[in-house]
């Protein structure tokens, strides 16, 4: 099997049309989250209940299991086809930390699982993550490879059974106080490295506090492995081979499906702008009538418009037979983030200073970007990522 390409392509069951899912998606979303976003961002509450909503597609839902076979409880969509319910569910929340959540769980911890889990691991997880039954986490650290040293270690038990004893701290832990699982890649003596499924009652696994000062809706924590034993049947993967198997894929799934929900938070500050420099006067004269301000829309549009091509470009080759190259994937997180930051910088500019009334969406995004831009590794990564194909070094 090639480094760069999965067992089974990402590729529909159905024919779903992406925009049809995307109108799904932020109509169930503007209607069961978005009343209470600024509430439970300004609380940094989690709604157990939202989540359960968001996962029953009985009623509309079934955000949870995207990219699972239907044969095991999924809808079998494509990539690009999930990109657009991502896309949709924040744009009809305007909640960027639900949609993390919702992503990492759905995509980051779920895809792994059907593209190296065992048949037994797939039967007990997949179904139960696609209804919604279990949430997965994962620290977002752990989406970078080798750019990061590894925070937990794995030996060979030595208690005479076919298993692991796991030791370490991982934090930005997201989905960590509601988690059932945890997806968890260890370092060996050698250097080599392998990925674990690790349930949430395994003796000497501990949770703590700890979130970032963004994305308050997504819940997060620190995860403590104090000398914790795991079965032989945890390994997700090749023994030893998580850096040619696992974390490739986890940063392609990082870098492209984290950045989907931004294309629809950015659809929604640009309406919000609009809207804006139509209501508001300044030297009693509408904000639209000024220059300054149609340029701005104008960048503004056109940067969400470019971002949302070279995405839906780059989530495409996933349904192509394979899935996208590090340097493709960086590329796209590069230049997503950017426009991110770029497009809430623009609408907090012309919706002007925040009010009483509304729900502070230009808030909440101009601080969220910040973290987006800086998850995944931020320019720090990704620049190299991209040199390092453009010069042949590797």
């Given amino acids: 099997m090639a480094l760069l390409q999965l067992p089974a392509a990402l590729c529909a069951d159905d024919g779903t049309a992406g925009t049809s899912l995307l109108d799904e998606s932020r109509e169930l979303a503007g209607r069961v989250a978005w009343p209470t976003t600024a509430a439970r961002d300004d609380e940094r509450r989690w709604d157990a209940a939202l989540f359960t909503r ?53 995509v980051l911890v779920t895809v792994p699982l059907r593209a190296f889990g065992t048949p037994a691991q797939r039967e007990r997880y997949l179904p139960r993550m696609a209804s919604g039954e ?172 470019l971002a949302e091509g070279l995405l839906r470009r780059t989530a495409g080759l996933f349904d192509a037979g394979g899935r996208p190259t590090l340097p493709q994937a960086a590329a796209a997180r590069l230049f997503v983030a950017s426009s991110a930051r770029a497009v809430t910088e623009a609408a907090a500019r012309l919706t002007g200073p925040l009010t009483p009334t509304g729900d502070r969406l230009a808030e909440r995004a101009f601080r969220d970007a910040l973290f987006f831009s800086e998850a995944g590794g931020g320019p720090a990564v990704l620049h190299p990522v991209i040199a390092a194909h453009l010069l042949g070094i590797g």
């Avoid at 095991?72 to 929340?93: M, P």
């Fill in 134 to 305: 279990w949430f997965g986490a994962l620290s977002l650290h752990q989406t970078q490879g080798a750019s990061v040293a590894p925070a937990v270690t794995a030996r060979r038990s030595t208690s005479g059974q076919d298993g692991w004893v796991l030791s370490g701290e991982l934090d930005l832990v997201a989905g960590a106080p509601h988690a059932h699982h945890f997806l968890v890649v260890a370092a060996h003596e050698n250097g080599g490295r392998t990925a674990f499924v690790v349930d949430r009652t395994t003796p000497g696994l501990l949770l703590h506090d700890g979130a970032p000062a963004a994305m308050r809706t997504c819940p997060w924590g620190r995860l403590v492995l104090d000398d914790c034993p795991v079965p032989g049947d945890a390994v997700l993967g090749t023994v030893g081979e998580a850096s040619a198997e696992v974390e490739p894929l986890l940063a392609v799934l990082d870098w492209v499906f984290t950045s989907a929900p931004w294309l629809g938070i950015m659809r929604a500050l640009a309406r919000d702008a609009i809207g804006a420099s139509r209501d508001r006067s300044l030297f009693g004269r509408p904000l639209a009538h000024s220059q300054s301000t149609r340029f701005a829309l104008a960048d503004l549009a056109t940067r969400s418009e």
């Fill in 54 to 106: 968001l996962a029953d597609a009985r009623h509309g839902g079934g955000l949870m299991g995207p990219l699972v076979p239907r044969t095991l409880g999924g809808r079998g969509l494509s990539a690009a086809d999930t990109c657009a319910l991502l896309e949709g569910l924040a744009e009809g929340s305007r909640d960027p930390g639900l949609a993390l959540a919702v992503t990492v769980h759905a």
